[in-house]
């Protein structure tokens, strides 16, 4: 009988897809764990930002700098993160 909790399209899938269903959601939480510690030091850095937009002079803002990078890791990383987990959940 099939596992009713499972959505319609993953009840009948072979081995080797769930294997690469269960590698595919692994990858979506790695992403997930890089954006969450991104968004850490994003924390961290958001305690310079503001000193650095206020007192370097001219386009030197290395700090805002690093501010977008990381702000911009965390959305590529969370994005595609979300997107590869989707689904159900294996249980463990």
């Known amino acids: ?5 499972l959505p319609p399209e993953e009840r009948h899938l072979t081995p080797d897809q769930v294997e690469a269903l ?10 997930l764990v890089i954006a969450g510690q991104f968004a850490v030091i994003a924390t961290i850095l958001l305690l ?3 000193q650095d937009l206020a007192y370097s002079p001219g386009w030197a803002h290395p700090m805002a700098y ?7 890791i965390i959305a590529v990383c969370g994005v595609a993160g979300g997107l590869l ?8």
């Open 1 to 5: 009988m099939a596992n009713l909790l």
């Open 85 to 92: 987990r989707r689904g159900t959940p294996r249980l463990d």
């Open 48 to 50: 310079w930002v503001g």
């Open 22 to 31: 269960d590698h595919r959601r692994d990858l979506g939480h790695t992403l």
């Open 66 to 72: 690093y501010f977008v990078i990381v702000l911009a």
